[in-house]
């Protein structure tokens, strides 16, 4: 068995070593988020603040990440979360992951801090910490134009500097966005991380695994959503989807539904400002976004950006949203949390509780606000702590659209009752896809299971929680898991009988979806149609991943950052939604346009196998192999 | 009858060679015929596969395929679409 190699580095002494990863952990968390939160655990006591230089910042891999099977360049950042006090885990995609692993490391674990600026160098399994005093003050862009160009980076930008509570890091123009891992960067005196290594990926049975990928692209080429739909219109392709079903954020989720959505929607983007679409290494699927801006080509805005710098805010300017995507990046902004945090800015003076200069549908000043933010100038440094720490000084609690402390992204969860729920379970607060993303099966994809109902939604979003959170903790891309929809329906279309009967009939699946959860040990079984990963998985690390015990992988980093949350004072109560969510309904004739969390939570812990008060009970801890265990 | 807007987007406008045009209609029944009629059975059963809205809402928070139409409202034929 090759077992992953990571590397310990104490910024406060200087001092780097190798860190060995036991067989017992390497089995049962892989690497990526699961192994991160485990080592987290282990490794800092409890209590400590994310800008502790006794906290550790972890950049991981998983088992796939640059092997060459599709959609696998995704690395992780974990920590402890600025905006909530929980767990930390970020995403991103780009060349930096393969290159950590090219450079002869599956993961870093970072601790203390620099004295002064630096920057850190994994090159060929030689671990650098250099100065990096005169790249301090730069833009995202501007640092990774000043740094060897063959090499992956990861850098941070102002916002990450002065420690902006949403600051991420950016690997070439993408963004590991959330949970304010760049203020992590930033308190510990990292301007950069860089890697670059020529060593060869093993892999176990190297034969059969590039027969299977080869299998796998062809899947994903012919699946709707992965070959068609993603290539052409990228996550941008939801704005009308979501409008179309009042589950599009609008004036600080105040409604669903903006009539002019249309202008910042993805198909308008794809027909007037897309110049082509592009992909990170590896994958098939290409659903980046590229668009002119000054002259210059950069990286076009997601979803959750155009829904946010758009209707959330009461804006119907692409061009607008094209130069606030961008700003974000430079900066280092997470662009879900600041928008957010702006609209919840603008509701605040709009109710005269708080005055910003900001107001729903004027987006003159709105560069200059995010600079501020990122400056942490005046009264914007309040802006910089994010939507919880906002409301907590001004007021405004009810309509404060964060769960847990982080922002939610751009889903009206009041007419995606699911999504509602995977919201305020998510470990790292109001995340979509930490949530189980229950949007694409309730209001924007082919099949809409009853939006408004809270039958089996428990249910399916620990499944859909479960499934995310295995393919994220492999290295994979989220979106190589949409072709579990099975592509009949997209024949069929969303208005074919069998496709609405479906999604009518779904909410009696419930105890269906409990017996898949219950079986899964039995569930010794690959195929493409439900989690190609699994058989990946397999033939890279040689472990006997099936879909149920890829599945179990899901469940187990669920529950490990559970774990976290709870070591570090979260409680069931934090399993909460903004009150604007539970209790008011977004159409007022409609009563049952609210989440009601009353009801889905019970129903969410006992099919986790958790007790009342969202604790894991210890026979479930026992079944997962997660009790009483050490490295 | 009302005179409404149509805007054909995604695989539909290539399949159909055109982006937007106006109809006299009813209902969004008689829209779909009048693609099948003027288009083809292939554009037919292609925008019956798409995601339908009047005025940017979907059709199954209206009335369906039976949806009324009022004059001046814009109906699309929009891909069905994923993401995260």
Known sequence: MILPVYAQINLTTGKTEDFPISEAYFKRYIGGKALAARLLLDLTPAGLSPFAPEMAVIVNTGPLNGTGAPSTSRFNVSSKNVLTGGIASSNCGGSFGMMLRRAGYEGLII???????????????????????????????????????????????PAGERMVSFAGLASGERMAGRCGVGAIFGSKNIKALTAYGTKKIPVANQQKFDKYIKKWVRFLRKHTMTGDSLPHYGSAGLVNKAN?????????????????????????????RLTRNSGCVSCPIRCERRVMLDGKEVKGPEYETLGFFGPNIGAHDIDTVLRLNYVCDILGLDTISAASTIAFAMELGEKGMADFGLTFGDVSNLEETLRKIAGREGIYSDLANGSKWLSEKYGGKEFAMHSKGLEMASYEPRRSVGMGLGYATSNRGGCHLNGGYMALLESVGVLSIRPQDTRAKAQWTVFMQNALEAISTAGCCLFSGQTFVPQILFNLGPNHFVTRFLGQAA????PVVRLILAVRPVMRFNTLLLLPHAEALRLATGLPFYTGSFLDLGERTFNIERLYNLREGLTGEDDSLPARLTKTPQNPEKKNTVVRLDKLLPVYYRTRGWDKSGRPRERTLKRLKMENEHG | MAEVNIRYRGTLAGLINKEEERITAETVREVLAHIKTAYGAAAGKTAKSMLIVVDGESIHLRGGFATRLKEGETLQFLPICGGG
Do not use: C, Y
């Open chain 1, 507 to 510: 909410v009696l699946t419930g």
């Open chain 1, 111 to 157: 601790t203390g801090k620099a004295e002064a600026p630096v920057r850190i160098d994994v090159s060929d399994g030689e671990i650098s910490i250099l100065d990096a005093s005169e790249l301090w003050g730069m833009d995202t862009e501007k640092v990774q134009e000043e740094l060897p160009r063959h090499m992956g980076k990861l850098v941070i930008g």
């Open chain 1, 244 to 272: 179309a079903s009042h589950a599009l954020p609008t004036l600080n989720f105040q409604q669903g539904h903006d009539p002019l959505a249309d202008t910042v929607s993805g198909e308008t983007l794809a027909e007037t």
